[in-house]
């Protein structure tokens, strides 16, 4: 699509300011010439945006994906880690367990040794 450019109306008016006709058609034809190449055009623009605008979609598609991807890989991290915490407090409570099983039986020996002790003296 091109600008609207009255090429003949430009060139009377160079040729009413003192150019010869050679000068204000070789004028026209370089404006004409710079205008349609650089300038750009509501139509232009308008398919632009349409272009910008899939762009932008298809950016969102692959943001929302990776996110997705992000949230899948966040989530298996933390059930490994709950699983990893949960088998270390039951090792922990294990432990507790035994440790807890000598105590009390250590103090049984120990008590049923007094008990013992004090039956023998009396």
């Known amino acids: 699509m091109s600008i609207a450019f009255d090429t003949l109306e430009y060139a009377r008016r160079l040729r009413q300011i003192g150019f010869d006709e050679k000068q204000a058609e070789g004028m026209t034809q370089a404006l004409a010439?710079?205008?349609t190449d650089t300038l750009a055009t509501k139509q232009d623009l308008s398919e632009l945006q349409v272009l910008l605008k899939a762009d932008i979609r298809d950016v969102q598609r692959?943001?929302?994906a990776d996110i997705r991807e992000v949230q899948l890989l966040l989530q298996a991290e933390i059930r490994e880690v709950h699983l990893r915490?949960?088998?270390d407090m039951a090792e922990l409570e294990a432990r507790l367990e035994s440790r807890l099983t000598l105590r009390l039986g250590g103090l049984m020996v120990a008590g049923i040794g007094i008990v013992s002790a004090l039956v023998k003296l009396l």
């Open 33 to 35: 010439t710079a205008m």
């Open 85 to 87: 915490v949960k088998a």
């Open 62 to 64: 692959l943001l929302k």
